[in-house]
Each structure stands twice: as structure tokens, then as C-alpha cells.
């Protein structure tokens, strides 16, 4: 995969740990984004191409975990390499918005801050996997651990490879996400994500308004 030329579309990303509502949140934005005429494309990681689903699978369900942390991380790089040549530059380079719910950001964290790997090889497989095909802005959906957790238990799902670890873990993942927002505020826009989606979703709106200098021609619906 060769290095394209600067995309005309823009790339949104959405992170956060465990039920912050980054799906909810990503479907509410594309939504808003739709009704002005534009073309979005939703997507999320690990997957977002036929390549990078069977690995989702094989991530999700645990069974890359016996190969160690770092074949693991290597894996979810594999998955964005397939998505980001297959789904997310050709969107891009049609013009489309492509809004993706996890990227690069969620591998720093999980399994770096959080987990085993150190972030100098995290970085340096980042920075063959994605290169300069950074998102345009991050939106990092900030929650207190517990309370995203209530939410997913609430929903009754069986619970994959992630979920299950204990709540120090999930902490680790709430204070790298916020480091990374403190690290690189050009990109990211941290969103409290511990109210009502709607109050949510309204800040969002203005971020992304704010961050692409769409003002009042996207901002009233
Ligand atoms: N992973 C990794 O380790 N390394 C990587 O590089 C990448 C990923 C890319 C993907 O799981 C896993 O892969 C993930 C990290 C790891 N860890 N886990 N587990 P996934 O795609 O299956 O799930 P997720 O990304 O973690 O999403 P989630 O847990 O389903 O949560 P969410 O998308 O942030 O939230 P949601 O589905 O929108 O909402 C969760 C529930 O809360 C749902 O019932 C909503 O109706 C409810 N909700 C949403 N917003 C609100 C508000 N504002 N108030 C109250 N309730 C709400």
C-alpha cells in the first residue's frame, strides 16, 4: 500500500472505553452529517472490511490472545491495514466522511497504556500501519469506567475478550484516552459522555461544526 495523495474527504474517529457510546454517538453524527448532503461512510475497528472482520472474530473471541500481546497488536494492525486500504482511503478519496467508531487511538491504549506492549513499538507499528492517514479529528468519549460498564452489563450480551478485565484495567483505559487528548488537542476534542445522548450528541455537533469551520450552514437543522 503505497502512500496516497491527500485525501478530500474528512476522518472522523470516535473512542473511548466500554460503553461510552461511541456506536450510539458515531450512528447520531452520521445521521446529522446525512441530512446536510453529504456523503458519509460509517465504519469501526477492529473489522470495517470482508479481511478485517474474520480478525475481529479471531480478536474479540480471545483466540489470538494465546500468541502474546505483541502478535496480538500486530493483528489489529493487520485488520487496519486491510480497512484502510479497502474501506476507508477509497472513501476518502471519493470525498466521502468517513466515521469510524475505534481506530489507531483504541490499539495506544488497550494494549499499551492498559495493557503489555510499550508504546515505543506501538508507535512504530502505527507508524507503518497508518502513516500520515491520521483521522482529522478524534472525538475521545470520556466516562467514568463504572458507569460504562453498568451500561454494557445492562444490555445482557455475553461479554468478549475485553470486557472481562477488571476495573484497574478499565481506569488505565479512561486516563490513556484522556492522555491523548491532553497530548494532541489539534486532533482530538475530549466529549463528557455521562449524560443524556441527546446532550451528548449536541456536543458533538459543535465539535465537529467547530473543528471543520462548518458553522451555521451545518449547525441548524
Ligand atoms: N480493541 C483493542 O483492544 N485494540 C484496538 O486497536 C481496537 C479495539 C480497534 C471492540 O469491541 C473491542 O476491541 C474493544 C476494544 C478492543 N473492547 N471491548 N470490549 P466492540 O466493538 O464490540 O465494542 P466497543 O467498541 O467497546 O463498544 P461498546 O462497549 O459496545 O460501547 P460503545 O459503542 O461505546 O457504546 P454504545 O453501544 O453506543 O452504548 C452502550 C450502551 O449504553 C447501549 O445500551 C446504549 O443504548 C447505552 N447508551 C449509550 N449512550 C448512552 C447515554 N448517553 N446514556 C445512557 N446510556 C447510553
Not at 45 to 62: D, F, Q, T
Request: with cysteine.
Amino acid at each position: 500500500m503505497s502512500a496516497p495523495a491527500r485525501a478530500r474527504g474528512r476522518f472522523i474517529t470516535l473512542e473511548g472505553g466500554e460503553g461510552a457510546g461511541k456506536s450510539t454517538q458515531a450512528r447520531r453524527l452520521g445521521a446529522f452529517l446525512e441530512q446536510r448532503g453529504l456523503d458519509v461512510v460509517m465504519t469501526r475497528e477492529p473489522g470495517g472490511s470482508p479481511g478485517a472482520e474474520i480478525l475481529r472474530h479471531v480478536l474479540l473471541s480471545g483466540g489470538a490472545a494465546p500468541f502474546g500481546p505483541e502478535a496480538e497488536t500486530m493483528l489489529f494492525a493487520a485488520a487496519r491495514r486491510d480497512h484502510l486500504a479497502v474501506t476507508i482511503l477509497p472513501a476518502l478519496a471519493r470525498g466521502a466522511w468517513v466515521i469510524c467508531d475505534r481506530f489507531a487511538d483504541s490499539t495506544r491504549v488497550y494494549q499499551g497504556h492498559a495493557g503489555k506492549v510499550p508504546l515505543d513499538v506501538i508507535m512504530a507499528i502505527e507508524r507503518v500501519t497508518v502513516g500520515e492517514n491520521r483521522p482529522d479529528l478524534t472525538l475521545i468519549l470520556d466516562l467514568p469506567a463504572k458507569v460504562g460498564l453498568a451500561r454494557v452489563a445492562s444490555r445482557g450480551e455475553t461479554t468478549d475478550r475485553f470486557e472481562k478485565e477488571g476495573i484497574a484495567f478499565h481506569n488505565k483505559l479512561r486516563a490513556g484516552f484522556k492522555a491523548i487528548a491532553r497530548a494532541e488537542p489539534e486532533r482530538c476534542r475530549l466529549i463528557d459522555a455521562g449524560g443524556e445522548a441527546d446532550v451528548v450528541a449536541e456536543a458533538i455537533r459543535e465539535a465537529v461544526t467547530a473543528h471543520f469551520g462548518l458553522g451555521a450552514r451545518l449547525v441548524a437543522s
